[in-house]
Each structure stands twice: as structure tokens, then as C-alpha cells.
């Protein structure tokens, strides 16, 4: 068994989700959103050079990227251990990695506090669905227990585009297509052009990162595809905003009415530290009706914050009133509550201080 095998197994037994290898530290690990050490000797850059071999060795992977480019992002399974995500990078000329543990099992949507709300957008056909938030805050938790909703109720073909490919689902009702960015396909541009022709049902699109391929992603959604994917903003508005931004000026008008009429649902989701020393997720939930189409299409996403707050009876949550609910069952401090708000103020008040 291998020294980074070692490491691995270590970091699944004590239930950790990230494991640092850097230079000049010891090997760390993240638990529960705390960084702790898993080992005690401190490494030098010779030993993080050869944990990196070792991994890069098991993906048979060669180095190129990584010492041309400066970083190298992929995932690699180890037999009885568990599948991981590694991202290899160079700092102070020295090698450095940072591994994401992923469950080989299929997250539990109710473990995962993820309300039956956020399941039910699987039911859609046809149309955009956002999952945002910024990283490490359970996106792709989500997205997956959305597309096993749709691949254990539906028969059609799941396509799955990601970079790396966090959770493998078995075919069910549906079957599926998971393609990884530079394994599978060159990017995701390419394998979204790729998946119109390959008969999708459902597209889960990893990252909505440039402008092309947030085009391409509005126009399968337009012409009869359910469309998962994700943005790294929190708050409806401000995830409309981004996508709007990305188009240049004289296109903008256009964009908004396509997006007025193709999205169906943005859920923003942050996690939240708990008074146990775990983490648990908080969700805003808006879902596209006739008064939200006329926002986005006038320009109007800073007024939707009003719309989600009176459309509880559609299904829609609003962050401040989760993170609200979490400190009224006494799961949060009130200094959590205020760090993580939208409008810390607002909740100031609702709080009594």
C-alpha cells in the first residue's frame, strides 16, 4: 500500500471531506469545515513531490499539465478506498495538492437536509434550472439527488458533463451519459454541443463558465431539454445579473427575454457551521412564475427578493427566513445567523437585537 493510499483511507475513516499536502505544513485534513492535523511530521517540498507522483501514478496520469500550466484538476477512484478529486498546483516553486473526498454512495437528500421543494424540480421537462452558491457549499450534493430523482422516475437518456465527475450514478428508469472535461471531452462547450445530438432528456452541465457555452446551455434548454446547472453566486438576482453580464451590451435585451422564458428555477444554497460543530445547508428557493418572467425580462432582479419572500404557499424560501428558521431551532449562533445573511440588518432586527 502506497503512502498517499495510507493518507486516503485515514482521511475516510475519520470522516474527513478535503486533505491538504503542502509544503512546509503537516498533512491536514478538513472535518466539518475545520482543518485538523491527520499527521504530525511536517512535510518538505521532496515529500509533496512524491505524494503528488504517487497520485498522478494510480489516475495514470502523466505530469505535463501541471508542470506547464502550474495546476491540473481531475478525479481518480482507489479500489476499496473511495474516489477523489485532486488539485495539484505549484506554490513558491514548490508542488502542493488539495484532495476533495467523494462519496461513492449516493447522497440521502433527507441526511443532507435538502427539502422535498428543491426534489421537486425534477419533475420539470423542459427548461433552465440553477443550482448557485459558492464553492464547497453542497451544489453538487444537490444536483445529484436531483438528477437520481429524475433517473429513478423518468426513462430517457441523462447526460452529466462535469469537471471532475463527483458522484456515478447507476442506470435506473433512465440511462445515463457522464462525460468528464479533458478525460471524456475537451470542454464544456464542445460536449454541450456534442450532447444536443446525442438524443438528451436531461443535461447536467457541471459549471456555466464563459459565454458560449451559457448560449449554447439557453438554447438546449429553449428547444426541449431539461437544462441542471450552476453559478457561483448567492441570491436569485444576483444569479440573473451574472448571466445577463456575461452577453455584451447590445445582446442583453435579447438574452433577458430567452432566459424570461427558459428558466424555471434558481436555488441558491450556503452552508452553514452548526452549535454541534457540523455543517448544514441553507436554501433560497424562486421559482419562475408570470411576475418573475416580467423582472428579468424589464431588468428588474433587484425587486425579486419581494416576490420570493410572499411566494412561500408556490414552494419559494427565502435565505434570511432559513437561516432564520435554523436559529429559531437553536442549530446556529445569532452571530452565525448575521454573518451568513443577505440582509444582515433586516435579520438583525427579526432577531431582537
Known amino acids: 500500500m502506497s503512502e498517499i493510499h495510507e493518507i486516503l483511507q485515514s482521511a475516510i475513516e475519520r470522516g474527513g471531506s478535503d486533505v491538504f499536502i503542502i509544503p512546509g505544513s503537516c498533512v491536514r485534513l478538513k472535518v466539518s469545515g475545520e482543518v485538523q492535523q491527520l499527521r504530525d511530521t511536517v512535510l518538505r517540498p521532496d515529500d509533496t513531490r512524491r505524494l503528488i507522483k504517487q497520485v498522478y501514478e494510480l489516475d495514470n496520469r502523466e505530469m505535463d499539465r501541471l508542470t506547464q500550466h502550474g495546476d491540473d484538476d481531475f478525479s481518480f477512484s482507489i479500489s476499496g478506498v473511495g474516489r477523489f478529486r485532486c488539485n495539484a498546483y505549484q506554490q513558491r516553486n514548490s508542488l502542493a495538492m488539495v484532495l476533495r473526498v467523494v462519496s461513492l454512495v449516493l447522497p440521502n437528500p433527507q441526511k443532507m437536509h435538502i427539502p422535498d421543494e428543491i426534489l421537486?424540480?425534477?419533475d420539470f421537462k423542459k427548461g433552465l434550472v440553477l443550482v448557485t452558491g459558492p464553492a464547497a457549499s453542497g451544489k453538487s450534493t444537490t444536483l445529484a439527488c436531483i438528477i437520481d430523482r429524475i433517473n429513478t422516475n423518468r426513462r430517457g437518456h441523462i447526460i452529466t458533463i462535469e469537471d471532475p465527475i463527483e458522484f456515478i450514478h447507476a442506470h435506473k428508469a433512465s440511462v445515463l451519459s457522464q462525460r468528464e472535461i479533458e478525460h471524456d471531452t475537451q470542454s464544456y462547450k464542445t460536449a454541450l454541443r456534442a450532447a444536443l445530438r446525442q438524443a438528451p432528456d436531461v443535461i447536467l452541465l457541471g459549471e456555466m463558465r464563459d459565454f458560449e457555452t451559457i448560449q449554447t446551455a439557453l438554447t438546449a434548454a429553449e428547444t426541449g431539454q431539461l437544462v441542471l446547472s450552476t453559478?457561483?453566486?448567492?441570491?436569485?438576482?444576483?444569479?440573473?445579473d451574472r448571466i445577463i453580464d456575461v452577453f455584451p451590451a447590445?445582446?442583453?435585451?435579447?438574452?433577458?427575454?430567452?432566459?424570461?422564458?427558459?428558466?424555471?428555477?434558481?436555488?441558491?444554497?450556503?452552508?452553514l457551521p452548526t452549535v454541534d460543530g457540523g455543517l448544514e445547508p441553507v436554501f433560497e428557493i424562486m421559482l419562475v412564475n408570470s411576475a418573475i418572467q416580467n423582472m428579468i425580462r424589464d431588468a428588474k432582479a433587484h425587486q425579486m427578493d419581494n416576490v420570493i419572500f410572499s411566494g412561500q404557499a408556490e414552494g419559494m424560501r427565502a435565505m434570511d427566513g432559513d437561516i432564520f428558521r435554523l436559529y429559531s431551532e437553536k442549530r446556529i449562533t445569532k452571530e452565525t445567523a448575521l454573518l451568513f445573511a443577505a440582509n444582515p440588518e433586516q435579520l438583525r432586527k427579526k432577531l431582537g437585537d
Open 250 to 271: 447590445n445582446q442583453q435585451q435579447q438574452i433577458r427575454v430567452q432566459l424570461s422564458m427558459v428558466l424555471r428555477a434558481v436555488v441558491s444554497q450556503q452552508l
Open 120 to 122: 421537486r424540480l425534477a
Open 231 to 240: 453559478l457561483h453566486t448567492v441570491g436569485a438576482a444576483k444569479t440573473i
